[in-house]
């Protein structure tokens, strides 16, 4: 079992960057897949992107490509997420997530996941 814990988030500036870190307690995430999922309020989670259990190849959302990156550094059970050119519509709860199976963290069916901090990007 692996408890995560988030960091790094808060209010931003449209267009700034923002860069969150997630820990995980417990079992070592190398076991694991790990990713990012948003979720704004009064709409469902969304899918941010997930990498695979060495860290050597990531997937992203088409809405999030080419401008956030996922990360991980087992040594440390730290997963990141570092955002660039953030809009409003991007003003969200932001969770990372670990499963043991890649797929489940693509299709949001978790076996484990973050509260997550705000994320407030201002127009």
């Known amino acids: 079992q692996v408890q995560l814990v988030e960091s790094g988030g808060g209010l931003v500036q449209a267009g700034g960057s923002l860069s969150l870190s997630c820990v995980g307690w417990?079992?070592?995430?190398?076991?694991?897949?790990m990713g990012w999922f948003r979720q704004a309020p009064g709409k469902e989670r969304e899918f941010l992107g997930a990498?695979?259990?060495?860290?050597?190849?990531?997937y992203y959302a088409d809405s999030v490509k080419g401008r956030f990156t996922i990360s991980r550094d087992n040594a440390k059970n730290t997963v990141y997420l570092q955002m660039n050119s953030l809009q409003p519509e991007a003003t969200a709860v932001y969770s990372c997530?670990?499963?043991?199976?890649?797929?489940?963290?693509?299709?949001?069916?978790?076996?484990?996941w973050g509260q997550g901090p705000q994320v407030t990007v201002s127009s």
């Open positions: 997530a670990a499963d043991e199976t890649f797929h489940n963290i693509v299709v949001l069916t978790l076996q484990y």
């Open positions: 990498t695979i259990k060495s860290g050597s190849s990531t």
């Open positions: 417990g079992r070592t995430c190398s076991t694991y897949a």
